[in-house]
């Protein structure tokens, strides 16, 4: 064992030791209280120390070989007696905070770790992948026990905002969750406003996908297939998505994917991917008239936030509003294609730009936004 790698493991121990009420186990505990009442004791000594030689008329701080016999035996006393009221302190305290706190909380971090090994087991494996590595969700990873119960109450708060027929997110969870994290997002991004973009920066993205003909494979199979396909659409959204957003069941049909892309990675390419992998992988199988067929989508998205320049200028819903106008104006072109949004020039008043929102097609026309199309 090299000198460096000992200085690197006490280093690391001491971080432990100065990491107040995060504490791993109850050595880094005891070794805090010990030097807490150390030093409170060594403080409280001196002052006593010093008190007592000028009562008796001695210089309080002369080297220890020209003290007096009397003043070296109150030295002695005074050392002797703190050092054994720091241990029996010290004790006491690491003794009290292992048997309110240090043992519960191990009980606790068993219990929880279980819970949360069961909370996980029912979400598919494409979304307990969201708990560490999603953009969206921040859950630190350094081990204490409050990242214990921060990680379970992320896994196991999510079961009501799962939607069973799918395996993805519900609306609930977009309006109470997602939501508030994209207006984070909204306002760190005002500190980056007009500034050009670099490799690997971040860009948010709203997509809103609906199926094609839906109603058609209802009306024909039956609302239960209609369900097997429904299924089948989430496992493919969150494959595609992976780790780099989240895919919600926005209601009937629709789904809607808020991901985060890495410049120059554009929208564009990435709403395609999703069109041609849905296309390929969503089929309607099996033997008989009408089955063994693809299965296609319409897409539209819209960057978030849309105008860089006044991030908070359009809302989140408004967002969502803008990427389904998109979408359908992907349906009235054909189906199985996306549009796109892109700004172009902000709105010269509030006005405008309700009227942008309400209508993207106005905002093309008064060029506020550009359509993007394959």
């Given at each position: ?78 050392s002797?007696?703190?050092l ?57 990873t ?12 992320t ?12 395996g993805?997110?519900?609306r ?26 670099t ?5 948010y ?25 429904l ?22 049909e ?26 390929k ?53 054909g ?8 700004a ?31």
């Amino acid at each position: 064992m090299t000198f460096s790698y000992k200085v690197r493991k006490f280093t690391k121990f001491m971080q432990g030791v100065f990491a107040i009420c995060r504490w791993k186990t109850l050595k880094e505990a005891a070794t805090f209280i010990y030097l807490c009442a150390t030093v409170f004791l060594f403080v409280v000594g001196l002052f006593l120390f010093s008190f007592l030689s000028f009562i008796m008329g001695y210089e309080s701080f002369v080297p220890i070989h020209k003290m007096p016999r009397d003043q070296g035996l109150v030295l002695l006393t005074i050392s002797l007696g703190m050092l054994l009221i720091d241990f029996l302190m010290g004790t006491f305290f690491v003794w009290l905070y292992d048997r309110m706190i240090m043992a519960p909380t191990e009980n606790i971090i068993k219990e929880i770790s279980e819970k949360t090994e069961k909370a996980a087991a029912a979400f598919p494996a494409e979304m307990r992948q969201l708990v560490e590595e999603n953009p969206f969700i921040k859950v630190s990873t350094t081990g204490t026990w409050v990242d214990s119960i921060d990680k379970y109450i992320t896994i196991a708060g999510n079961e009501k905002y799962y939607d069973e027929t799918t395996g993805c997110f519900n609306r609930k969870y977009f309006q109470q969750v997602l939501s508030q994290m994209l207006k984070t997002e909204m306002l760190c991004d005002m500190n980056n406003a007009g500034t050009m973009k670099t490799y690997g920066s971040s860009e948010y993205a709203i997509f809103m996908i609906d199926i094609d003909h839906f109603k058609r494979i209802n009306d024909e199979f039956g609302h239960q297939y209609g369900d097997v396909i429904l299924a089948l659409v989430g496992k493919t959204l969150r494959k595609i998505v992976a780790n780099k957003g989240v895919v919600v069941r926005n209601g009937g049909e629709e789904f809607l994917l808020v991901v985060c892309l890495n410049y120059p990675e554009s929208m564009e390419s990435y709403a395609e991917n999703v069109r041609a992998v849905f296309e390929k992988n969503v089929r309607i199988t099996g033997q008989g008239a009408g089955k063994n067929r693809p299965v296609t989508c319409s897409i539209g998205y819209t960057p978030f936030p849309l105008l860089r320049n006044n991030p908070t200028g359009i809302s989140v819903s408004d967002h969502v509003k803008i990427a389904d106008q998109a979408m359908y104006l992907s349906k009235t072109c054909g189906r199985n294609t996306w549009r796109g949004i892109e700004a172009v020039r902000p709105p010269y008043s509030e006005d405008e730009l309700q009227k942008m929102v309400e209508s993207i097609l106005y905002g093309e026309e008064e060029r506020y936004i550009r359509i993007l199309c394959p």
